[in-house]
Nanobody, 120 residues
Framework: QVQLAESGGGLVQAGGSLRLSCAAS????????MGWYRQAPGKQRELVAT???????NYADSVKGRFTIARDNAKNTVYLQMNSLKPEDTAVYYC??????????????WGQGTQVTVSS
C-alpha cells in the first residue's frame, strides 16, 4: 500500500503564494505519475497539474502560468508551487499518485487533502 503525507495548505490573501508538498511512502517499486487535484465546495474534483516520472507536466488552463508542479524522485515527493493566488483557487487540494507495485500491477492512491483558502 501507498501512504501519502500532504502539507503546506493554509490561508493566504489574494496575490499571495503557497507551496504544497506530498510525500509517498510504503511498498512500491516506482512512482509513475504524480499530480494534484482540487475540489471546491459544491463542485466536482478537478485536475490541477500532473507530472510524469520523466518530468513531463500538464496543467489545467486556469492555473497555467501561476502554478508549477515539480517532483523529487529521490524523496518520492511532489510539490505544487502556487503563485498569484485568486479567491477562486480556494479548495481542498488532493495529492494523487500512480505506482507500480509489481511487474504488472499498479496502484492508484489519494492523499487526505489539504485546505487552501484565498481571501479577497
Amino acid at each position: 500500500q501507498v501512504q501519502l503525507a500532504e502539507s503546506g495548505g493554509g490561508l493566504v490573501q489574494a496575490g499571495g503564494s503557497l507551496r504544497l508538498s506530498c510525500a509517498a511512502s510504503g511498498s512500491f517499486r516506482s512512482i509513475n505519475f504524480m499530480g494534484w487535484y482540487r475540489q471546491a465546495p459544491g463542485k466536482q474534483r478537478e485536475l490541477v497539474a500532473t507530472i510524469t516520472r520523466g518530468g513531463t507536466t500538464n496543467y489545467a488552463d486556469s492555473v497555467k502560468g501561476r502554478f508549477t508542479i515539480a517532483r523529487d524522485n529521490a524523496k518520492n515527493t511532489v510539490y505544487l508551487q502556487m503563485n498569484s493566488l485568486k479567491p477562486e483557487d480556494t479548495a481542498v487540494y488532493y495529492c494523487n499518485v500512480d505506482v507500480s507495485t509489481g511487474a504488472y500491477t499498479r496502484e492508484h492512491s489519494w492523499g487526505q487533502g489539504t485546505q487552501v483558502t484565498v481571501s479577497s
